[in-house]
């Protein structure tokens, strides 16, 4: 009876029935309207589409990051691969080599020594020896 009273009285000042923004009945009733329309919305609603393409949504962004990623590795391979190339620029079939040079019975002999498997070869024999030069 307390509402009914309310509302006539609110009707007899104004005119008009009370508007929802004050009624709390209208309130309570819409949001009662608004969560069963919701529930019936997510009863019916065929999530299955959703989540394939929010999964294949998911691969293709690990796979780009994996591409970025793979193309910024061989670039810095190619960086590094240039350098090693540049520090030692000498490498026949796998066969890192590097020469010395020792002295010989009365000249000095120039060895290619092979890093891989640690065996030094006599390649020729000079006469003088100036530091610095092979």
Known sequence: MKYRQWKKNYKKRHGVNPPASIDKRKQRKAAKRAFKHLVDTIKYTD??????????AFTDA??????????????????FRNA???LQPLEIKGNALSWEVKPVVCDYGVYEN?????????KFIQNGYKKGRA
């Open 47 to 56: 999530f299955s589409g959703a989540i394939s393409r929010a999964a294949n």
């Open 114 to 122: 092979n890093a891989l498997d640690g065996s030094s070869e006599l």
């Open 84 to 86: 090693a190339d540049g």
């Open 62 to 79: 690990v796979a780009n990051i994996m591409r970025t990623m793979g193309s910024a590795c061989d670039g810095a391979g190619t960086v």
